[in-house]
């Protein structure tokens, strides 16, 4: 504030030497106006509530040949174990609240919100999920979350947006983890396991008959898979939307099946502005961006 002033009298100053003391005042309230404009503006995104909802692909260990070329081709999603551990273990020091869909939805999203329970109230939030359901990254999430917890007594919780019909498949160009790989990471308590659909497919493409098939084998199948470990069928409510987008048609649809959805685009939720629970905002991450900035945007910065 006083450098503002500074700038200001200097500034104004400076007009007096060009402009009658009418034109002075005019354009001195007019700097002052839009400068209040401006502090309100940020006032206002500094007191609105936010969580930041990370989306992977998948999670490579630079330590082992098979994720590394030539065995394995370098993509855009790819997010190294290394890297990752940093970011999560910076978040527990932190004391970040590792949320699960249902706990989102819960607490942050219905209309009739639950009570933050006593153990999280002022805690900063923050959702690590992963799309797809590959097994590169289910080795590697293992592990970090494993040694994390050994060394925190801390458990992360790490949401899987998976087809299920690909579990324990190779893809076109990747495996995608088993059944029971996924069940361990459940029953560990490490992973919220949720739909990404059947086939992958977009699904403003499909008809409305196509895509309630889709919806539904996909639930089945995935609550198949973890059966009694799922007693309050928390599996599977929530999906995620291949090619990160839908329409209203697909919303309308979706509600039938799943509590909320999830999109891509590459802003934070603001809890108070979200317009429908099918359409959660995540951040999508890619292997050029750095450890430190993942932090700094689980804080709310701007990507």
């Known amino acids: 504030m006083f450098g503002f002033y500074l700038v200001l009298k200097n500034y104004k100053n400076w007009l007096k030497t060009r402009l009658n003391r009418r034109q002075e005042r005019a354009v001195v309230a007019l700097i002052a106006f839009v400068f209040g404009l ?23 260990d630079l330590e082992k040949p098979s994720d590394r070329p030539p065995q394995r081709p370098v993509l855009d999603g790819d997010y190294t174990k290394q890297d990752l551990q940093l970011v999560l273990e910076s978040l527990i020091q932190q004391n970040y609240w ?26 900063k939030r923050v959702m690590i999920s992963t799309d797809d359901g590959y097994t590169s990254a289910h080795f590697s999430l293992m592990e970090i979350a494993e040694n994390l917890e050994q060394k925190y007594g801390k458990k992360i919780k790490i949401v899987w947006f998976v087809n299920p019909p690909f579990m324990g498949k190779e893809g076109l160009q990747l495996p995608h983890a088993t059944c029971e790989e996924l069940r361990d990471g459940f029953q560990k308590g490490y992973y919220d396991l949720q739909s990404h659909g059947s086939n ?35 599996v599977a409510r929530h999906v995620a939307y291949p090619f990160g987008d839908a329409d209203d048609r697909v919303e309308k649809i979706v509600a039938k099946y799943h509590l909320s959805g999830y999109i891509y685009n590459n802003q934070m939720l603001k809890l108070d502005r979200l317009k429908s629970p099918y359409h959660i905002p995540r951040v999508s991450i890619h292997n050029r961006i750095p450890p430190k900035k993942l932090i700094w945007l689980a804080k709310g910065g701007l990507l």
């Open 38 to 60: 401006f502090l309100y503006k940020v006032i206002i995104e500094l007191t609105v509530e936010e969580v930041t909802i990370f989306g992977f692909h998948d999670i490579v």
């Open 98 to 123: 590792f949320l699960t869909t249902q706990e989102l939805y819960d607490y942050f999203v219905k209309p009739d919100r639950l009570p933050i329970p006593p153990e999280h109230r002022g805690q």
């Open 200 to 234: 992958h497919t977009n699904f403003s493409e499909l008809s409305d008959d196509k895509l309630e098939i889709d919806l539904s084998k996909a639930q089945q199948i995935l609550r198949d898979c973890t059966g009694n470990l799922d007693p309050d069928r928390t």
